[in-house]
């Protein structure tokens, strides 16, 4: 089946500093699927951070980027200075255009000023 | 204003019993989905309605009934629980299947 594995964490950083969050997918059922970040504040619900759909782009959201590379299979998660509003957890999941979503474990991140 | 209610937030069950747990969504999507989170597990895909009918389900036990009584409800009942059922469990819904999902708060179960 799909599997996609993200940075296992928590991650600490300081206000300021780059972060990045790495992911890796697997998806046997399509060649090119969907390609998500979602995150989830302190107190709040899941919500859609980015997403890119084509092989190659790369898209970005409140300062956070990722490309979709699929000769790496990777959607790596970066953003050149956190704050610490941008404490969360990261959800990385793929989309085989089925019914549902296929999400990594989640990566804690902690900003500290 | 939640555009994605589930009730009840928080919720306590014993071995053996029977729970529901409610999700309704006010976006005017036609897709729902359930998905849960176990400890240190990722978000697990179970179910996907469109229009109100069963589109995929990936949830091997029987124990687990989604219920849509109207196109922007689904709920989910749960008999015979087990410990192993303890879970965050998060409604999702589209415009259609396979667009962008946007995921309600949770129900976070406790089977004891």
């Known amino acids: 089946g799909d599997s996609v594995t993200q940075t296992e964490g928590p991650v600490t950083v300081s206000e300021s500093e780059s972060l990045i969050i790495n992911c890796t997918y697997s998806?046997?059922?399509?060649?090119?699927?969907?390609l998500f970040w979602y995150v989830r504040y302190p107190g709040e619900g899941l919500q859609l951070l980015l997403k890119?759909?084509?092989?190659?782009q790369k898209g970005s959201s409140r300062g956070f980027e990722a490309t979709y590379n699929k000769e790496t299979t990777s959607f790596h998660l970066q953003k050149a200075s956190v704050q610490e509003s941008d404490s969360a957890v990261y959800y990385c999941?793929?989309?085989?255009?089925?019914?549902?979503?296929?999400f990594g474990l989640g990566t804690r991140v902690s900003v500290f000023p | 204003d939640p555009k994605i209610i589930q009730k009840p937030k928080y919720l306590v069950a014993v071995t053996g019993s029977e729970k529901i747990l409610i999700c309704e969504q006010y976006?005017?999507?036609?897709?729902m989905y359930w998905y849960r989170q176990s400890a240190k597990k990722p978000l697990e895909f179970m179910f996907s309605?469109?229009?109100?009918?069963?589109?995929d389900n990936q949830t091997a036990s029987s124990r687990f009934q989604p219920q849509s009584s109207k196109k922007n409800h689904l709920d989910l009942q749960i008999t015979a629980l087990k410990p192993d059922d303890s879970a965050t469990y998060f409604c999702?819904?589209?415009?259609?299947?396979?667009?962008?999902?946007?995921f309600g708060p949770g129900t976070r179960l406790t089977v004891l």
């Open positions: 309605y469109s229009y109100q009918k069963l589109m």
């Open positions: 890119v759909i084509t092989a190659g």
């Open positions: 976006l005017g999507h036609n897709a």
């Open positions: 999702a819904s589209s415009h259609l299947t396979g667009a962008e999902q946007f």
């Open positions: 999941a793929l989309d085989n255009y089925a019914q549902g979503l296929t």
């Open positions: 998806a046997t059922s399509i060649a090119y699927p969907n």
